[in-house]
């Protein structure tokens, strides 16, 4: 059979979501036999991207060939059956079988659905072995390491004869050691006819098993090169960046100098010995990719998860409870709005005021004409758009959720807010509306912490940013007309 | 006017600011289908329209209105009681076996604590806060789902009923003072004292629900946990008073039921917590939580109410009635259901 040079070829997809262009007019090949790496800073539509490839969300238009055939699977079971595997985070096995049996899971022998032995077990077994002989094939997977999950997860899709194997972030999870592993089983498959595609945010990985680099930026494709040609990280980092446009930060005047927050050798299970100070009006950024520790610091500050260390909120221990930290003064807004923030359910009225009951309520009992006029008041001051405050919360949209979220924050009459991705899946007009509030409420003299992965974001709103990279601060900058976002980029991409 | 709408051109098309909530349109919603079944069993049913028959209608399942109350609570914070049946009669026991009088008999289920009638009552309604009080360290502690919990304490509360009756009652030697609040009637009227105490709770349920702090907290756990635990709420502390109290609830009614039979009975209330959850789910009260009321509760109790006795009044044989009571709730939440998701489109 003539097979093509190129196993993958992609011509002018898209995919539309209902108000965004998540992937647009992208076109660029995937040359056989190789490990081509995908980059690009989150929301640039690398995720969207394999989801096509795998069968998860159909496309809006354009055209892939595999092996010079249309591919358009209908489920990620057509993309298995066309030779499309995944090796996705969250891993696909089952941890109460053994290896052997997770390795035919799925594809067994069967005479009228009962099992038959056959020597396929022992085939793929043996396609196991090859990658990595320490794996004893009758061990139960919940016995085995994240990384050597994956590895079974790898034999799975060799011995299936998958030509095609797209890793999303492997090295995420697992320790320095197993990446090493793990580097050399990926280099390996190229010699079993296996072209993988990897997608990673730690550059220094890309250099080291890439064969080439696609690079994508706002749902477009940048630029595919054989990484022969790339001269080094910079480099790379110009192309994900591109011109960043975002609102330009103005510099504030310098407020009191009156320290609010002193955080000091914060530590737990994914932050290593964070420190830092934050003053009376200030707004202060910590950027880093996904997983770079931000969501777990917004929570071990609020006291939502167990740490070590020592947090001082205006010169006094910050207790480790959500509902004394507010008390003392602080409020989050949580990374994720419907499943943490805002009560669906319920109308405005009945979430405004749930972070401070007091104010609404005597000797326990809720004064309804101070609640409705508490209510009217937040809706009118960020200019929630709803019919009033009976209007059910689930119907608004996701920038009328996210100010109920902030309403509620406002309510408890906080000093200091965390805001774990304030912007997170709203539209451009609301996301300028809320850069607004929160201005205003430094203005107005209270601190603001930003967590966010949108370094546009980060570098409109913030006076300092600190930068967060595998739980840790790896570098702080003033913002100002000095700042290098490629430096920025270098530094949360694990660059030293 | 609404100050918001005039502050800005894109308010939202929405509904009439007047429009009943989603809770109170189930409220109406099973008071008609109340009144349509009611209709029916008057047309079928000789003399059910009668005054005493329709006073017998609205007090008869008293018993098990007093126990939804607690599980009505609960199953809006998301969390079920199954353990209130077992607990009645664990609480009516240990108050007759601490009533009966102590002196040596030759029937081991004559002999008690001799304890008098008012410390009784307080030792049997201390077990059944008890049994609340291992419910809700066993589910906000240890954080096992209710449900299994709660069926562990079932057969447990019950099981000790029956050791301390040998799984019979303890009905000798009790004084006289035991059987009286169970006995009582209203002055005039056919009413009983229990009756009234039911009554109470409902309004003061109803009160505390809609009005005040701690209501209000019941609701926005049930509607979302993690955002409740976020928003500074005590969660864990919140649902474990509510355990506490569904347990002091089921201990007021095996006091009241134990003195109108006066005896302590260890086979009483079997399946009761079946029929407070089914009160509660006919009353619109969502089964994921945060939506309910305790007077659709008890809208939902009459409903089981008419149809029982409807069926006693067609002469169906007693062996048909809990078939009908399936098949009658079963439909009534499945209109439930259908009304609600039309109306929200």
């Known amino acids: 059979m003539d097979r093509p040079d190129n196993v993958l070829e992609i011509r002018g997809l898209v995919k539309d979501y209902a108000s965004v262009r998540a992937v647009n007019e992208v076109s660029f090949d995937v040359r056989r036999n190789t490990v081509h790496c995908l980059v690009g800073e989150n929301g640039a539509g690398k995720s969207t991207l394999i989801k096509i490839l795998t069968g998860a969300v159909g496309r809006s238009g354009g055209r892939i060939l595999l092996n010079g055939r249309e591919y358009a699977p209908r489920s990620p079971r057509e993309a298995r059956q066309r030779g499309i595997s995944t090796l996705f985070q969250e891993l696909n096995v089952v941890d109460q079988l053994t290896v052997a049996e997770n390795l035919s899971l799925g594809r067994e022998d069967t005479t009228l659905g009962f099992l038959r032995r056959t020597d396929k077990v022992q085939r793929m077994v043996g396609v196991m072995n090859s990658l990595e002989p320490s794996i004893d094939p009758r061990q139960r997977v919940s016995t085995l390491s994240v990384a050597q999950k994956q590895i079974v997860e790898i034999a799975k899709a060799v011995a299936a004869e998958s030509e095609i194997l797209i890793m999303d972030e492997p090295t995420a999870a697992i320790s320095e050691g197993e990446i090493a592993r793990l580097f050399a089983i990926v280099k390996r498959l190229r010699e079993r006819n296996v072209t993988v595609i990897y997608i990673s945010h730690r550059l220094d990985e890309i250099f080291e098993l890439g064969d080439a680099v696609t690079v994508m930026r706002d749902g477009r494709h940048v630029a595919t090169r054989p990484l022969a040609e790339v001269k080094d990280r910079a480099e790379l980092i110009r192309m994900m960046l591109g011109k960043a446009v975002f609102e330009g930060y103005q510099a504030r005047p310098a407020g009191s100098r009156e320290v609010v927050l002193q955080v000091k050798g914060l530590s737990n299970r994914k932050l290593q010995d964070v420190s830092f100070e934050v003053r009376r009006g200030e707004i202060v950024g910590f950027y880093g990719l996904v997983g770079a520790g931000k969501t777990e610091l917004a929570r071990a500050i609020y006291g939502a998860d167990p740490h070590r260390g020592e947090v001082l909120f205006q010169g006094v221990p910050l207790p480790r409870r959500p509902d004394q930290v507010i008390e003392a003064g602080i409020a989050l807004v949580p990374e994720e709005r419907r499943s943490q923030g805002l009560f669906t359910i319920l109308t405005v009225r009945g979430n405004v005021p749930v972070m401070n009951m007091a104010r609404i309520s005597r000797h326990g009992f809720i004064r309804a004409g101070e609640e409705r006029r508490a209510t009217r008041e937040a809706i009118r001051r960020l200019r929630i758009a709803c019919s009033g405050p009976e209007k059910e919360a689930a119907k608004l949209s996701g920038g009328n959720q996210q100010k109920v979220v902030f309403a509620k924050c406002l309510f408890a009459d906080a000093q200091l807010l965390l805001l774990d991705e304030p912007t997170r899946g709203i539209d451009v007009g609301a996301k300028s509306e809320i850069y607004a509030i929160i201005r205003r409420l430094a203005e107005e003299g209270k601190s603001i912490l930003v967590f966010s992965s949108e370094l546009p974001e980060i570098l409109s709103l913030c006076d300092r940013i600190h930068l967060l990279y595998d739980g840790a601060i790896k570098g702080t900058l003033e913002n100002g007309a000095g700042v290098d976002s490629q430096e920025v980029m270098h530094v949360v991409t694990g660059g030293r | ?345």
């Open chain 2, 1 to 345: 006017m609404d100050t918001a709408a005039v502050d800005q051109g894109s308010v939202q098309v929405g509904p009439a600011a007047g429009r009943l909530s989603n809770e109170s349109f189930i409220t109406f919603f099973m008071i008609a289908v109340l009144i349509g079944l009611f209709g029916m069993a008057c047309a079928f049913v000789p003399n059910f329209f009668l005054p005493r028959n329709v006073l017998n209608l609205l007090t008869n399942y008293w018993y098990i209105i007093i126990l939804g109350i607690g599980v009505t609570f609960l199953l809006v914070t998301g969390n079920f009681d199954m353990s209130v049946g077992g607990n009645v009669a664990l609480t009516g026991v240990v108050a007759a076996w601490a009533c009966q009088a102590a002196a040596a008999s030759p029937n081991p289920l004559a002999v008690g604590l001799g304890l008098p009638y008012g410390v009784a009552v307080a030792l049997a309604l201390c077990c059944a806060v008890g049994v609340g009080a291992v419910n809700a360290f066993f589910i906000v502690r240890l954080r096992v789902p209710s449900i299994i919990v709660t069926l562990g304490t079932m057969m447990l509360s019950r099981g000790l009923a029956q050791v301390i009756t040998r799984g019979a009652q303890r009905n000798t030697s009790l004084p006289e003072v035991f059987g009286v609040i169970g006995n009582t009637f209203l002055p005039g009227t056919p009413v009983k004292v229990a009756v009234l105490i039911m009554v109470a709770l409902v309004a003061v349920a109803s009160v505390v629900e809609k009005a005040t702090v701690s209501g209000r907290r019941t609701y926005l756990i049930g509607a979302n946990a993690e955002a409740a635990r976020l928003s500074g709420l005590k969660v864990g502390q919140h649902v474990a008073r509510l355990y506490l109290l569904s347990g002091l609830l089921a201990g007021i009614t095996g006091i009241l039921l134990s003195s109108e039979f006066k005896a302590g009975v260890s086979g009483r209330a079997s399946g009761y917590e079946f029929d407070a959850l089914v009160i509660t789910l006919l009353g619109g009260v969502s089964i994921s939580g945060g939506f309910g009321s305790v007077l659709g509760m008890f809208v939902g109790a009459i409903i089981l109410s008419v149809v029982t006795s409807a069926a006693t009044g067609l002469l169906l044989s007693p062996d048909w009635q809990f078939t009908l009571k399936g098949v009658v709730t079963f439909l009534a939440i499945l209109a439930q259901r259908f009304a609600l998701d039309r109306r929200n489109g």
